[in-house]
């Protein structure tokens, strides 16, 4: 459960973007807020009621969604075609591993020499678009262990 000031961190997070904050809302971004998750809507749904959450799936989906629309959260396909969600709100990039689908967080701070701020510049200058985000993806096979 989180301490009051990250719960009051999740509320300030939910009314910045215009939403209340509820119990279900709270839960799912502290479970997405970790490094390296990005579980699927019915890992998330599991994953919430191992740590003993009374909370349907139905709640989880219609959740995920209103979320993902106030820009709290980020929905992604991995490899498999699976939707995952990622809450890990530190500027990263994903190392995603395209035969087993996991997909691991890379911080930007351990990767100083990419300047996204001047991609999302070059690319509106040579398209006229407003870029608004960047998303990158590294694909291949992860480190054996």
């Known amino acids: ?9 999740y509320r300030a997070r939910l009314k910045a973007v215009g939403l209340r904050h509820t119990l279900p809302r709270e839960r799912i971004l502290t479970y997405l807020d ?12 599991n994953g919430l009621k191992r740590r003993g959450y009374d ?9 995920l969604h209103v979320l993902r629309e106030h820009g709290l959260i980020y929905e992604f396909k991995d490899p498999k ?3 995952r969600y990622d809450g890990y709100n530190e500027p990263h990039v994903h190392l995603t591993d395209v035969e087993t689908g996991k997909v691991e967080d890379l911080p ?7 300047d996204l701020e001047g991609l999302k ?7 006229g678009w ?15 262990k």
């Open 81 to 83: 075609g699976y939707t």
């Open 108 to 114: 930007l701070k351990n990767l100083p020499d990419l």
């Open 1 to 9: 459960m989180p301490r009051t000031k990250e719960k009051e961190s």
């Open 34 to 45: 970790r490094k390296n998750v990005h579980p699927t809507p019915e890992e998330l749904y």
């Open 121 to 127: 510049r070059l690319v509106a200058e040579r398209t």
């Open 55 to 63: 909370i349907g799936l139905s709640t989880v989906y219609l959740n």
């Open 130 to 144: 407003e870029v608004q985000d960047v998303r990158i993806e590294f694909r291949g096979k992860g480190p054996e």
